[in-house]
């Protein structure tokens, strides 16, 4: 497998992105080494490609994304997965707010915390199926107009929720699994319900975790997590502002 690596301490990130789509179809794996805040790292790319960040790739990192697999090692700031497609999103760190806004399809992994807004607009599309996991806590609006998809929140470090605020709001349609015995209903918004997980509910679980932890060598806590509560959030109708903007 060939590797192009990018020394990027103190490119500019136009320079950067310009770099990568020039070099696309010529190898096989980017690596970027000291990336400080470059934007767009991956937005729009259409193919199999893996890119490699040692550092702290900007906002908007992978927006538009079908096909690359994008690994961090180090935090991600926000708008990460902007509308991404397809692909995967590995940050070994803590991520920003409006982690995968209007995401369609893919998987995005954070060992760490995630901020405000978190799957905002969400949503399945043509068989494409979403999933963010991420492995300590969510800030609030997490969900937020939800349209399908798996969230989960695990909450490996926290002493209290893994959530906070408004979680749910707006949301008409997918899951998120919350690594919780219980919720205050104040926490929701109106348009989702707290309940017990299914069988598939499971199933989907353990598929999901099982891969977080294999990509974080986290196998010793696979099972501690598995054994763990879970609650699911899910919403009340798929059609929440229905006598809103309907006769």
Same mark, same amino acid.
């Given at each position: +497998?060939?590797?192009?690596?990018?020394?990027?301490? &103190?490119?500019?990130?136009?320079?950067?992105?310009?770099?990568?789509?020039?070099? #696309?179809?010529?190898?096989?794996?980017?690596? /970027?080494?000291?990336?400080?805040?470059?934007?767009?790292?991956?937005?729009?790319?259409?193919?199999?490609?893996?890119?490699? @960040?040692?550092?702290?790739?900007?906002?908007?990192?992978?927006?538009?994304?079908?096909?690359?697999? @994008?690994?961090?090692?180090?935090?991600?700031?926000?708008?990460?997965?902007?509308? +991404?497609?397809?692909?995967?999103?590995?940050?070994?760190?803590?991520?920003?707010?409006?982690?995968?806004?209007?995401?369609?399809?893919?998987?995005?992994?954070?060992? &760490?915390?995630?901020?405000?807004?978190?799957?905002?607009?969400?949503?399945?599309?043509?068989?494409?199926?979403?999933?963010?996991?991420?492995?300590?806590?969510?800030?609030?609006?997490?969900?937020?107009?939800?349209?399908?998809?798996? #969230?989960?929140?695990?909450?490996?470090?926290?002493?209290?929720?893994?959530?906070?605020?408004?979680?749910?709001?707006? +949301?008409?349609?997918?899951? /998120?699994?919350?690594?919780?015995?219980? @919720?205050?209903?104040?926490?929701?918004?109106?348009?989702?319900?707290?309940?017990?997980?299914?069988?598939?509910?499971?199933?989907?679980?353990?598929?999901?975790?099982?891969?977080?932890?294999?990509?974080?060598? +986290?196998?010793?806590?696979?099972?501690?997590?598995?054994?763990?509560?879970? @609650?699911? #959030?899910?919403?009340?109708? #798929?059609?929440?502002?229905?006598?809103?903007?309907?006769?």
């Amino acid at each position: +497998m060939s590797k192009y690596t990018i020394e990027a301490k &103190g490119m500019d990130f136009k320079e950067l992105n310009e770099l990568i789509h020039e070099k #696309l179809g010529k190898t096989d794996e980017f690596v /970027i080494n000291d990336a400080c805040g470059q934007r767009y790292i991956g937005t729009g790319i259409q193919e199999k490609v893996k890119i490699t @960040i040692n550092g702290y790739p900007g906002s908007d990192m992978a927006a538009f994304m079908d096909g690359p697999d @994008i690994v961090v090692h180090g935090n991600a700031q926000d708008a990460i997965g902007n509308t +991404m497609n397809s692909g995967s999103i590995t940050v070994h760190g803590n991520a920003g707010d409006i982690v995968g806004y209007g995401m369609r399809g893919g998987k995005v992994f954070i060992k &760490g915390n995630v901020g405000y807004r978190v799957g905002i607009h969400m949503k399945e599309y043509k068989g494409m199926f979403p999933v963010i996991v991420a492995g300590g806590e969510a800030k609030d609006f997490l969900g937020e107009y939800m349209a399908g998809g798996l #969230l989960i929140v695990l909450g490996l470090h926290s002493k209290g929720l893994p959530v906070r605020d408004f979680v749910g709001t707006g +949301m008409h349609a997918g899951r /998120i699994f919350l690594r919780t015995e219980k @919720i205050d209903p104040r926490l929701l918004g109106r348009e989702v319900k707290a309940e017990k997980l299914n069988d598939d509910d499971r199933k989907m679980l353990e598929k999901y975790v099982g891969e977080f932890c294999a990509t974080f060598d +986290m196998e010793k806590e696979k099972y501690k997590i598995l054994s763990s509560p879970f @609650i699911k #959030l899910s919403p009340f109708s #798929l059609r929440p502002y229905g006598r809103l903007y309907a006769y």
